[in-house]
């Protein structure tokens, strides 16, 4: 019996250690057969068109899949990073997309997709549509984040931990000349590329020289030529007004009215370009109303270079003060079946109103942080996000900078203006940094007077704060379903409806500019005094 | 007749038990110094073959690491940020959580170093070496990345904080614009990523 006892522990270890090492071994070759798996990925990837399929209609990216390497492969997120890394997709909880979200088309397809080898996405049904994440609302800022206006690179993730990426726009990989009986032929290639591959999918034979007009200087990057070994198609603008020409660059006396843009696309072979042109306006100028051509009003040819030219006609309504406006934009055609882009361009500056008459002070604007929020972000997500068309902004985020040497004191009564041709409106600060936590929402409720008595936002020499702007019309206000966020009013408190309707905006360019209320102590000993300072506006389209 | 002189002695009853006594009572020993060697054997080895299986079940890639240009002062030369973001995609075969976070400059500096026993504000020390320190969200002690490719599932992205803003960064820690770093992410049992990058605002 304690032999039969002894032999069970004995062999009760032994199967232990046993399954253990069974265990260990499945473990072993299971890491083994990821590590194998993932070296043998490989995913060629093609970015084809920029569409209106998808809704938001501008700014989205098509990507197609190829799985070309020797295992499968499963598609777990897809994200859009710029040259310098910084994610510039934008999805509802992250900018890694992993699919629609409520009725949303972050992405056309939910992942994870499973890609066989030897097998695209094409045909498969399954190209992946990117939305840039802008205009899914018909009230959303108009530039930022959209994909066409930067080089951008689309990655995939796969559930191997493989990232594979391609650059949009194409780049020009190769530019090779040769000397053939008979004259010198160009041979231009785009290419899509992965992370490992890189693959020509069409190649383009031209006759004769590339170049400007001949020349071969890599510098020359006139309106009649191209520049070589960059990219396939350049942009050159020139903006006007009346009783002035392009080359003037005109600097002053136009107080509003119509700025013709000409836009001039010059490449190396024949194409059908478009073009999308954003008019920047700076200081208190609200945004440009007008478009351009959908085909070019004229076109010629000079051996191998052909060049279009577009006209465009803006309509400029002076703002309150003064300010720039200047236009960029880029040029957009299909080569052998591939989505070719432009660089961006950028025109010359003109001058609407006075500039001198802007008012100065200590706070610097960075109108590129400028974001807002929605009932869909509530969560504290600090991105800017897009939402629903049934959703309303709940608020407007910038950055200041006290660029002055003393410490100053932001107060209540500091606004955010839409400086409207048919009618202003304001939104009123509200507190700083919001928690976004429950309804504990920031206010300056209670403030009275100035400093030390008052309250504000205290901003050290140097220092940038954000500011926070409500919109006064709270989300889903009227109904019965929803937060009901009941920001922006009056000096910051929250009980005074007396704001602008961000329900009344149409579809419309506008001029935001800040009116920074701020107090300042002149000396140790001395009391607050108050001033104000209209920060320089900046445009925003809303559709 | 000489007297016969009678011995005592247990019967062969009594012996018979006493040794079946002596018998259990030393093979209880026995079989209870097998069952705890035994038992101390296997507890070790399972421990040393479960640290084994889940480091080899262990795995994850850093999808991207960014410097979010909003927190990045000023916008010419001398450009430096205050805040690294870490994307980080499970694709082991385990539910993970991450040991630590550590970023070491050009120069061999360890810059940051934040563990799972980092509060919400990391204390001074010979990383982040003077205000209140850097700090992290999610904290990594409750932050867990699942696996697989199942819907919805996207890389987990940290944000590591320091303590500097639009003021100079001449005596603190903070992230330059141009500069080399190196960022390794050491996981619950022990995986170790790492990527090396050059900060970019």
């Known amino acids: 019996m304690i032999f039969g006892i002894l032999f069970t522990a004995v062999i009760t270890y032994f199967y232990f250690q046993s399954s253990s090492n069974l265990s260990l071994a499945q473990a072993n070759a299971s890491a083994n057969l990821a590590r194998q798996q993932a070296s043998h990925e490989n995913l060629q990837l093609g970015i084809f068109n920029v569409t209106n399929q998808l809704s938001p209609a501008y700014g989205n990216l098509w990507l197609n899949i190829t799985n070309v390497g020797g295992s499968p492969s499963t598609v777990v997120a897809v994200f859009v990073t710029n040259s310098a890394g910084q994610l510039v997709s934008t999805g509802p909880t992250s900018p890694y997309l992993t699919g629609p979200y409520s009725g949303l088309n972050y992405l056309n397809v939910t992942l994870p997709l499973a890609v066989p080898v030897g097998v695209s996405t094409t045909s498969m049904g399954k190209d992946i549509g990117i939305s840039s994440g802008i205009k899914q609302s018909p009230k959303a800022f108009d530039y930022l984040d959209d994909f066409r206006h930067q080089t951008v690179y689309v990655n995939v993730l796969t559930a191997a931990g493989n990232t594979f990426s391609i650059q949009f726009p194409h780049p020009l990989t190769t530019t090779t000349t040769t000397n053939l009986p008979g004259g010198t032929t160009t041979t231009t290639s785009w290419s899509t590329s992965s992370s490992s591959t890189s693959q020509t999918i069409s190649s383009v034979s031209t006759s004769t020289s590339v170049g400007c007009n001949g020349q071969t200087d890599t510098t020359c990057n006139t309106a009649s030529g191209f520049l070589v070994g960059t990219n396939s198609m350049v942009v050159q603008m020139c903006a006007w007004y009346s009783g002035t020409t392009c080359q003037s660059s005109p600097t002053g006396g136009f107080d509003g009215g119509t700025v013709t843009l000409s836009v001039t696309v010059t490449a190396g072979i024949a194409v059908t370009p478009t073009v999308v042109i954003m008019p920047i306006p700076t200081g208190t100028v609200p945004q440009p109303t007008g478009s351009c051509p959908s085909s070019p009003s004229s076109s010629t040819t000079t051996g191998s270079t052909y060049e279009y030219t577009f006209t465009c006609t803006y309509n400029v309504l002076q703002g309150n003060i003064g300010g720039t406006i200047t236009f960029i934009g880029y040029s957009v055609a299909t ?163 007396n704001c602008g309707t961000f329900n009344a905006l149409g579809a419309e360019g506008v001029n935001a500019l800040i009116v920074a209320n701020f107090a300042e102590q002149p000396g140790p000993t001395k009391s607050w005094v108050s001033f104000s300072q209209t920060l320089p506006g900046f445009g925003i389209y809303f559709t | 007749m000489a007297h016969l002189k009678r011995r005592h002695a247990v019967s062969e009853l009594m012996g018979t038990l006493l040794m079946i006594g002596i018998t259990l009572v030393a093979g209880a020993a026995v079989i209870g110094w097998v069952n705890g060697q035994a038992g101390a054997s296997e507890q070790a080895y399972g421990s040393n073959v479960a640290a084994n299986v889940n480091y080899l079940r262990e795995h994850f890639v850093i999808v991207n690491v960014q410097f979010p240009a909003a927190d990045c002062w000023p916008t010419t030369q001398s450009q430096y940020c205050s805040q690294m973001q870490i994307s980080i995609y499970n694709n082991g075969a385990l539910v993970d959580s991450i040991s630590s976070i550590t970023v070491v400059d050009s120069g061999g500096a360890l810059d940051v170093n934040l563990t799972s026993s980092t509060s919400a504000s990391h204390p001074p020390g010979a990383y982040c070496t003077s205000g209140s320190g850097c700090s992290i969200t999610p904290l990594l002690s409750t932050a867990t990345m699942t696996t697989g490719a199942t819907t919805g599932n996207s890389p987990l992205t940290f944000t590591v904080n320091l303590p500097i803003s639009a003021s100079a960064c001449s005596t603190l820690v903070c992230f330059n614009v141009g500069s080399f770093y190196t960022v390794q992410v050491l996981g619950k049992y022990g995986y170790l990523a790492q990527v090396q990058l050059t900060a970019s605002g």
């Open chain 1, 335 to 497: 080569v052998g079946g591939s989505q070719v882009t432009s660089a961006e361009s950028t025109s010359n500056t003109i001058t609407v109103g006075n500039l001198a008459t802007e008012l100065t002070g200590p706070l610097s604007l960075d109108y590129t942080s400028f974001r807002f929020y929605s009932t869909s972000n509530q969560g504290g997500n600090p991105t800017p996000v897009i939402t629903a068309s049934q959703n309303k902004f709940a608020a407007f985020s910038v950055k200041v900078t006290n660029t002055g040497n003393a410490t100053i004191i932001i107060l209540q009564y500091s606004y955010l203006q839409f400086a409207r041709v048919s009618q202003e409106m304001d939104f009123y600060i509200i507190g700083g940094a919001p928690s976004y936590s429950g309804n504990t929402f920031p206010s300056f409720s209670g403030c009275s007077g100035l400093p030390p008595s008052g309250c504000g936002i205290t901003v050290a020499v140097g220092a940038t704060v954000t500011l926070y702007f409500a919109a006064c019309q709270p989300m889903n206000q009227g109904s019965s379903s929803g937060s009901g966020w009941l920001w922006g009013s009056n000096y910051g408190n929250s009980n005074n409806p």
